[in-house]
T-cell receptor, first 111, second 118 residues
Framework: RKEVEQDPGPFNVPEGATVAFNCTYSNSASQSFFWYRQDCRKEPKLLMSVYSSGNEDGRFTAQLNRASQYISLLIRDSKLSDSATYLCVVRALGSQGNLIFGKGTKLSVKP | DADVTQTPRNRITKTGKRIMLECSQTKGHDRMYWYRQDPGLGLRLIYYSFDVKDINKGEISDGYSVSRQAQAKFSLSLESAIPNQTALYFC?????????????????FGPGTRLTVL
């Protein structure tokens, strides 16, 4: 089993749609969780951290289920500018703070 | 000006050639990283450095070496390039953090170097 698994997509949605991405991780000792965004041919950038209680940043909501080792990202009212690849990222205990990246889920928002 | 810069941005080379990719940062971060990204495989860690005197192998260090010339500079070398090292290479930096237990701090990535080995 891969350490961090994501549905690669692509997810093709119309503007205004709500879209959800899921991610599972295999190391139960994982400590911290994040979503990064990567535009085509660009570098990854932190979108948001994921907290145990769930957290929201504008149209973006992240959830964590430690028991199921599952992370999600919900995007409401999708914009054309949300088109990108979303990377699920995990930091495991004992990894010296290093990050494990999922392969990413590609989102394409259409007019 | 970008906080994390990489040179060159694109490079085409031949099998067996020695290649150096350079990374510089103005963020004042202690920690620097080299990743490669391949289609369908995601980002994988090659080497990382927590300060000038600290170099560590990552997941896929074979065929690569690094040098931390200064706090702000971290270079990646391919001593004898081979075609399966064709990839997009990213340098990243992060701060040390305020806890002794190596807490996460956001990693900031450079713009990437697209390397093709023929």
């Amino acid at each position: 089993r891969k350490e961090v698994e994501q549905d690669p997509g692509p997810f093709n949605v119309p503007e205004g749609a709500t879209v959800a991405f899921n991610c599972t991780y295999s190391n139960s000792a994982s400590q911290s969780f994040f979503w990064y965004r990567q535009d085509c041919r660009k570098e990854p950038k932190l979108l948001m951290s994921v907290y145990s209680s769930g957290n929201e940043d504008g149209r973006f909501t992240a959830q964590l289920n430690r028991a199921s080792q599952y992370i999600s990202l919900l995007i409401r009212d999708s914009k054309l500018s949300d088109s990108a690849t979303y990377l699920c990222v995990v930091r495991a205990l004992g990894s010296q703070g290093n990050l494990i990246f999922g392969k990413g889920t590609k989102l394409s928002v259409k007019p | 000006d970008a906080d994390v810069t990489q040179t060159p941005r694109n490079r085409i080379t031949k099998t067996g050639k020695r290649i150096m990719l350079e990374c510089s940062q103005t963020k004042g971060h202690d920690r620097m990283y080299w990743y490669r990204q391949d289609p369908g495989l995601g980002l994988r860690l090659i080497y990382y450095s927590f300060d000038v005197k600290d170099i560590n192998k990552g997941e896929i260090s074979d065929g690569y070496s690094v040098s931390r010339q200064a706090q702000a500079k971290f270079s990646l070398s391919l001593e004898s390039a081979i075609p399966n090292q064709t990839a997009l290479y990213f340098c990243a930096t992060s701060d040390r953090g305020t806890s002794g237990r190596a807490p996460y701090n956001e990693q900031f990535f450079g713009p990437g170097t697209r390397l093709t080995v023929l």
